[in-house]
């Protein structure tokens, strides 16, 4: 089962990515960042909210639980990325997710550093029993954490590849610890 939500939790986020960029007038995946779908004030702040992060926090906390007694590091792992994605879904960021703003960006900000900081820990820490692809994983994502600090016009990609690697580190955690 965890293996299906792991599959279905990546699936999903493809997919929504795709879909809801297309809904957002001048959007850019190489540009702009996840969070921005769904930004405080656009149309579709709920549909983001409540019908993308909301699912995708919930499904990755219930992996979290899932995989806790067979596997720590992928449950932090899970964990980090349910905490990143509920945080997302009840602290929308400002427009354009700037690093300073409101009480809210603040509290966005700090869900998406518990993400990204702690799932390249994790990563890193899978990588000891599961091979250095892993622990290469985990430094993109922490380099990747540090230049999401910067606004430059390539953000949006460079997240991209970050989520890559959590949710694909994720899934192959899961793939390989299956009993």
């Known amino acids: 089962m965890t293996l299906f939500l792991a599959c279905a939790v990546s699936l999903f986020l493809a997919l929504g990515l795709a879909s809801l960029a297309r809904r957002k007038s ?5 540009r702009d960042t996840i969070s921005e779908l769904g930004e405080f004030g656009t149309p579709d702040q709920r549909l983001v909210s409540v019908g993308f992060f909301g699912p995708i926090g919930l499904t ?3 992996i979290a639980g899932l995989t806790f007694e067979t596997s720590r ?3 932090g792992l899970a964990l980090c990325l349910a905490i990143g994605y509920l945080v997302a879904a009840v602290f929308p960021c400002d427009p354009g997710s700037p690093m300073s703003g409101s009480a ?3 509290v966005h900000n700090l869900g998406g550093g518990i993400e990204y900081f702690g ?3 994790a990563l890193i820490v899978l990588g000891e029993t ?5 622990a290469a994983a985990g430094v993109i994502v922490l380099a990747s954490a540090l ?3 910067f606004p430059f016009g390539w953000r949006g990609l460079v997240q991209r590849v970050a989520e890559a690697c959590l949710f694909g580190g994720l899934l192959a955690a ?5 009993a």
């Open 26 to 30: 001048g959007y850019s995946h190489r």
């Open 119 to 121: 799932g390249g820990v």
């Open 174 to 178: 899961v793939w390989l610890q299956r």
């Open 104 to 106: 809210r960006q603040a």
């Open 60 to 62: 990755a906390l219930l």
């Open 130 to 134: 599961l091979g250095r692809g892993f």
């Open 147 to 149: 230049l999401l600090s």
């Open 73 to 75: 590091p992928a449950a």
